[in-house]
């Protein structure tokens, strides 16, 4: 610091001297006063972005994200030739969830510290976007350099945005092994494992990241994320209360953690993170919605208003629009408004039918493929197949049937425990559709059909293996309730034939309309047209109808209303099927303090009401359409119609 205050001596308050005297004052400890000299001289220089980068980069090391983020973006963008201040960025954009902002970042800074002018252009390309070019000179940098460790990396930027995510993680654990301190690269790393579903292996590049740089406000963010999805989320609370003290500007963590404490059963809590979220930017639809989607929370006049006029602006984001078109039709629904609230339910839906197109016949191929290949001769030639496992309990229907109730209800039982709508079953899916596009050429279902009893066997390991990391105690069982499975019930009873299957059914119009009132954040394209969703209930009959006809009594169903009606004798009836005895606390499940991750997390917490049950009667002038696809479902239920079987003997 002695040196930087001579300099100044000679030549003055020249600028280049003032920053690095303030550089020098930093490195004294006197973090302070170098910031307000700092300020001081980029206000004195407004068009030199060095100043201001070295302030950002200043903040950013005194845990004052927010402040940081303000200087780095338009000290860059006057100044952009500091690579490591690009790295700085992307770190905090990726803390406050902006990843599209901090893959650029991270470009831009390979760009300017890369000195290869083929790699700089590929650098230059993938910053803006452009990915086909991007990838091809790439492959050529790596074709003449295989080694390139940054080549590599940016390769697998390029295989992630394309979903090629399995190319991604061969790319980046061969970058990592060329070059295990390139952090940059491991932080991708544990993305693209995040991304995978696989957490474990996530969140152990992730450990490595913070054990190099506890700080990392990316890495800290990601952790957090990891966390919340196998159903850490104290911890992952406790991470976001962090991330806010250095951020708090930013709703979209906000956001996040009101996520997390609504699902861990802080009720109070999430409400003043989302209104904290709303405060920070009232065009916030999604944080609107998180309200609604709480289900027992009541908005206010004020928040009606709110919601209105944000609706009148012309630059709102289509998904955000969407998402305060739910909300207000929760908000309508709740004052007994049901002309209005059917009106944004419906714009919500139209809006995120244009964004999610979605082809009816595809559920209806689906199920018709399932019964021609589980008939009785090919389910009887591979009993005691399979692992003998019987650790699952599978909750399948529709979603907004009571599932959650029902999981709820078990999961209060000591030998159960309830973890989450788990992907794996899918994800197994997509591993059979690979395998026979890559060595059978045939779909899943012909895939299935070629697997001899050890390869099934193996199935329902890997499945097992896969889903440990969602198990916190000791309990015999655990529940998953993706009720997407319906689709894969005969995977399910191939590779895991002692798992137990329970089929939530709901009267068609309340299950139906209480999935078209709900914004889903992914998946259940279906839901958002009425005749869409009467078709899909309509499927979801056939297919479970048939697996009665061809495996009676494996599948156990629970009716909705008869588990509002006779709740101990249903419950008596679900734990006999599950080989368990009689708990009371499983009629006091409302009492269970578990982390809940669906919709229904606040009403599964208190005792069984009857409120819901026709609550969609309010809507009948509006749901011809779905009445008229329903059509003898509606009569039947909860049988199904009578429709032509498609196979005609059961397995013994």
């Known amino acids: 610091m002695a040196q930087t205050e001579e300099i100044l001596r000679v030549v003055g308050p020249q600028p280049q001297a003032l920053l690095l005297n303030a550089q020098a004052t930093e490195a004294c400890g006197r973090r302070d006063v170098a910031t307000v000299a700092l300020e001081a001289l980029v206000q004195q220089v407004p068009g030199w972005g060095a100043p201001q980068v070295e302030l950002g980069l200043m903040l950013g090391r005194a845990g004052r994200g927010d402040a940081a983020l303000r200087w780095l973006q338009p000290g860059l963008a006057l100044s952009p030739e500091h690579p490591h201040a690009w790295r700085h960025l992307g770190d905090h954009l990726s803390a406050v969830g902006d990843e599209a902002g901090a893959e650029r970042a991270y470009a831009t800074h390979i760009r300017h510290a890369a000195g290869d002018p083929q790699l700089m252009a590929a650098a230059d390309a993938l910053a803006a976007n452009r990915i086909p070019e991007a990838e091809r000179l790439l492959r050529a940098q790596l074709h003449d350099s295989p080694t390139d460790v940054a080549a590599i990396r940016m390769l697998a930027e390029v295989a992630a945005r394309l979903g090629r995510l399995a190319d991604a993680e061969t790319l980046l654990s061969r970058c990592l092994e060329l070059a295990p301190d390139f952090h940059a690269a491991r932080q991708n790393y544990a993305m693209v494992l995040h991304r995978a579903n696989k957490p474990e292996l996530a969140l152990a590049q992730i450990e490595r990241l913070l054990a190099n740089e506890p700080g990392n406000p990316g890495a800290r963010n990601l952790k957090a994320v990891v966390l919340c999805r196998i159903g850490d989320y104290l911890p992952a609370i406790d991470l976001y209360d962090g991330i806010l003290a250095e951020y ?178 899918i994800a197994l899916t997509h591993d059979l559709r690979r395998q026979g596009s890559d060595a059978r050429g045939g779909s899943y279902h012909d895939v299935l059909a070629t697997l001899d009893a050890s390869e099934l066997r193996e199935l329902g390991e890997r499945y097992l293996e896969r889903t440990r990391v969602q198990r916190k105690t000791n309990a015999p069982h655990f529940i998953d309730k993706m009720p997407n499975n319906f689709f894969h019930v005969g995977l399910i009873h191939l590779m895991l034939p002692n798992a137990r299957i329970v089929d939530v059914r709901r009267h068609p119009m309340a299950c139906c309309f209480s999935g078209y009132k709900q914004y889903f954040a992914r998946g259940q394209n279906f839901s958002y047209g009425l005749a869409d969703i009467g078709r899909y209930y309509r499927d979801y009959l056939s297919l479970m109808a048939h697996f009665q006809q061809v495996l009676p009594g494996r599948v156990h169903r629970v009716v909705y209303e008869d588990l509002v009606e006779d709740t101990q004798a249903q419950v008596r009836s679900l734990l006999q099927y599950c080989g368990l005895p009689f708990d009371p606390a499983c009629l006091r499940f409302f009492e269970n303090d578990r982390p809940v991750r669906t919709a229904s997390s606040e009403q599964v917490r208190q005792p069984i009401y009857r409120e819901g049950l026709d609550q969609w009667r309010h809507y009948r002038p509006w749901l011809g359409e779905l009445e008229a696809t329903l059509g003898p479902a509606l009569e039947t239920y909860p049988e199904p119609p009578p429709e032509p079987a498609t196979a005609p003997h059961a397995v013994q």
């Open 248 to 425: 708090p500007d930013h709703g979209r963590i906000w956001l996040s953690q009101g996520h997390a404490l609504k699902t861990a059963g802080l009720r109070q809590r999430a409400v003043a993170a989302y209104r904290r979220s709303i405060a920070l930017d009232p065009g916030f639809g999604e944080a609107f919605w998180s309200l609604a989607n709480l289900k027992t929370f009541r908005f206010e006049p004020e928040d009606i208003d709110v919601m209105l006029g944000q609706l009148t602006r012309e630059d709102l984001d289509t998904e955000q629009r969407s998402q305060f078109e739910f909300a207000l039709g929760k908000g309508y629904e709740d004052v007994g408004d049901y002309a209005a609230s059917f009106a944004h339910y419906r714009r919500g839906n139209d809006i995120r039918r244009q964004a999610l197109p979605y082809r009816a016949q595809d559920a209806t191929m689906r199920v018709r493929r399932s019964g021609e290949l589980f008939t009785p001769e090919f389910l009887a030639s591979r009993r005691g197949s399979g692992s003998a496992a019987a650790d699952p309990i599978f909750i399948v229907g529709l979603p907004r049937s009571g599932s959650t109730l029902v999981e709820q209800i078990l999961s209060s039982h000591p030998a159960v425990e309830g973890t989450m709508e788990l992907p794996e079953v």
